[in-house]
């Protein structure tokens, strides 16, 4: 989805707000998709998990420092959210500046 819903998904909220990826129209469409009945997978399993990115800068050693924005989702219906058991980030896996994530279901 390339956009950080909540101030919960990246480090530095307050100095983003004006950035690609933090605008509020871009977190206000994002709210509508929810809102359209589809579910955060992550934040469904993991409501207050703090550091939990999916993006670091190159710049600065972001990612060794965990300086991240979780801006990869799994999306899911409504009908399907209980089937889900987790949602891993695989952070220690490199090779882009986005780390793989992955959707454990029972289907």
């Not at 998904?9 to 994002?30: C, H, Q, S, Y």
Request: aromatic letters at 14%.
């Amino acid at each position: 989805m390339n956009v950080a819903h909540q101030e919960i998904d990246l480090t530095n909220p307050k100095t983003n707000t004006k950035n690609a990826g933090f605008t509020k129209e871009e977190r206000d469409g994002m709210t509508l998709f929810l809102e359209a009945g589809f579910v955060d997978t992550f934040r469904h399993l993991y409501p207050d998990k703090t550091g939990a990115y999916t993006f670091w800068s190159y710049f600065a050693n972001a990612r060794s420092k965990n300086i991240g924005w979780r801006l990869d989702y799994f999306l899911v219906s409504e009908r399907i959210k209980n089937k889900i058991c987790d949602n891993v980030m695989r952070d220690k896996v490199y090779g882009s500046d986005h780390c793989p994530i992955v959707l454990y279901a029972v289907l």
